[in-house]
């Protein structure tokens, strides 16, 4: 049995990928030729936990998929199987696709994008290294408590030291 996608198909798909992009803050595009079921499985499911989307589509869809977005940059980058990750936490996703390469050969990063600026393999592997938002917003709150919680302990050792001054004289 043949399975045929049709024109009005095609076109409901690239503007639902088109929309999707439009919020997302990146993009990373990979070939995942030899990938079985079971790997893209295990993939997707990774880059679900970034906040993210995973989708393989043929590459004249993606290219008018990403028409008019901050991702248009990336057309000549689609040849051979392509896959397109997006999602809004770059950092996030690009830990997950990174880090499911360098445990499966079959899955090789072409390019990416952050906004309007284009990366190319070692740029995304580079990407994956800085820590994510909210790695960033956890040590940023751990530094604001750091100082308050000092001030606290301080107040409370002054406040110890003359409970006993007291109870000497006493």
Excluded at 79 to 97: C, R, S
Excluded at 125 to 153: C, F, H, Y
């Amino acid at each position: 049995m043949e399975r045929t996608v049709d024109r009005a198909q095609k076109e409901l798909t690239v503007s639902e990928l088109n929309q999707k992009l439009q919020g997302a803050a990146g993009v990373i595009l990979a070939h995942n030729m030899g990938l079985n079921a079971s790997d893209i499985s295990d993939l997707r499911k990774k880059v679900r936990g970034a906040n993210g989307r995973f989708k393989v589509a043929k590459n004249r869809l993606i290219s008018r998929a990403i028409k008019g977005t901050s991702f248009e940059k990336l057309d000549d980058k689609l040849t051979g199987p392509t896959a397109i990750v997006y999602g809004e936490d770059i950092f996030a996703l690009t830990k997950a696709v990174c880090s499911f390469a360098k445990g499966n050969e079959k899955l090789k990063i072409v390019a990416g994008a952050m906004g309007s600026e284009i990366l190319d393999a070692k740029g995304v592997d580079a990407l994956s290294k800085m820590p994510s938002l909210n790695e960033l917003r956890a040590t940023i709150v751990g530094l604001l408590q750091a100082p308050a919680s000092k001030v606290a302990r301080v107040i409370n050792l002054y406040a110890t030291k003359d409970g006993e001054g007291e109870k000497a004289q006493a």
